[in-house]
């Protein structure tokens, strides 16, 4: 049962990226020792007393420091809410409400998965899609699994976490949209190459825009490879009661909440 | 509850006059785990139709300026599937 709640939080770190990715850390230890791999918070991004913007926002935790007390939320600043997160001070106080919705589902709770030796593992990711990966990752590793990332992003200078997954020990292989560099084109075609290539996984996680888990979800069925999804949609309440984020679901009638059913579903349960 | 909050309404007799709002309270339940909601005077639920609803395809929230315009398409259980999942909590809660 997860134990959701309010927290003020502090701002304990600013990392600048890139011009447009940050990442910000934030002491809330409440928050922090319940918080799961593929789970979100929802962070209030204005002044305290301010109501404009009035929605707070849904951040993945990027980081999880659950003795420390801290996590960290991965971002492009693309709205008004992720500006004025940029924007926020070390010592500043925010508040958060989290953790919330149902993360990834480990291999050896999966049900849909072949049993393996050891099995093996392939996140893909896209873009800002990258940023529930490094505690799932975490886990992983830690369970003994073997572990490979497909990365895709527009700019090379946009492959956040890429490091420091690969000093975790996974096999990191990255595409961006540049005519240059070790592999150009869109991450969907490195997954179909690697596949075709002969590689062989267990399970797959994805995460990244809309249009690119479609694409992972057709290339993943084909290959007969277990795929759990971690959906971003427009979201007010966190909590189901609004209804805002529905997401249809493939076998009957009717709409998944990302925010309580998800953001973590597998790819056979939704249509996209 | 002081019985100085005590209100009526409707020919109901509630404990306080305040009470949750309908359509951004859920079913009670939502909220349970942030405070008693035996606290509020009642839970005004979400709007339950006869037949169950799936509500809108599509996007359905768009942020303005202080506020947020919804079209959910009235999503609900249906008044069978609200009596069968929803009513039991809301009566161990103290609703009648």
């Known amino acids: 049962m997860v134990s959701t709640k309010f927290e003020q939080g502090t701002v304990i770190a600013q990392e600048t990226l890139t011009p447009s990715i940050v990442r910000t850390l934030i002491h809330a230890p409440n928050i922090a020792a319940e918080a799961l791999p593929g789970q979100f918070v929802n962070i209030k991004c204005g002044a305290p007393a301010c109501y404009d913007p009035l929605l707070l926002r849904p951040f993945s935790f990027n980081r999880v420091d659950s003795e420390g007390g801290t996590f960290s939320v991965l971002y492009r600043v693309v709205g008004r809410g992720t500006e004025l997160l940029r924007h926020v001070r070390i010592g500043d106080k925010l508040t958060a409400l989290g953790p919330l919705g149902k993360g990834f589902v480990l291999p050896e709770q999966s049900k849909q998965m072949e049993p393996a030796a050891r099995p093996s593992v392939l996140l893909i990711a896209g873009g800002m899609g990258i940023a529930p990966f490094y505690p799932l990752a975490t886990a992983l590793v830690t369970h003994g699994l073997e572990v490979s990332l497909l990365y895709g992003a527009r700019l090379s200078s946009d492959l956040a976490d890429k490091s420091e997954l690969k000093a975790l020990g996974l096999r990191v292989l990255c595409c961006t949209e540049e005519q240059r560099g070790e592999c150009s084109g869109l991450v969907t075609d490195l997954l179909q190459a690697t596949i075709d290539a002969g590689d062989r996984f267990d399970l797959a996680y994805a995460c990244g825009p809309r249009a690119m888990l479609s694409a992972v979800k057709r290339v993943c069925k084909d290959a007969e490879l277990p795929l759990q999804l971690s959906l971003e949609e427009h979201m007010a309440c966190g909590l189901g009661v609004c209804l805002g984020c529905s997401c249809e679901r493939a076998s009957d009638e009717g709409y998944w909440h990302v925010c309580t059913d998800g953001p973590v579903v597998w790819a056979e349960e939704v249509k996209l | ?96």
């Open chain 2, 1 to 96: 509850m002081s019985a100085k909050l005590t209100t009526a309404l409707c020919g109901m007799s509630l404990s306080s006059p305040v009470l949750s709002a309908s359509g951004c309270y859920g079913y009670g339940r939502e909220f349970d785990k942030f405070y008693d909601l035996r606290l509020l005077g009642a839970v005004v639920v979400k709007g339950i139709t006869l037949r169950p609803r799936h509500g809108n395809a599509g996007r359905r929230l768009v942020e303005t300026p202080a506020g947020l315009l919804n079209s959910i398409g009235l999503e609900n259980p249906g008044v069978e599937g609200f009596i069968a999942n929803e009513l039991p909590f809301l009566r161990e809660k103290g609703g009648c």
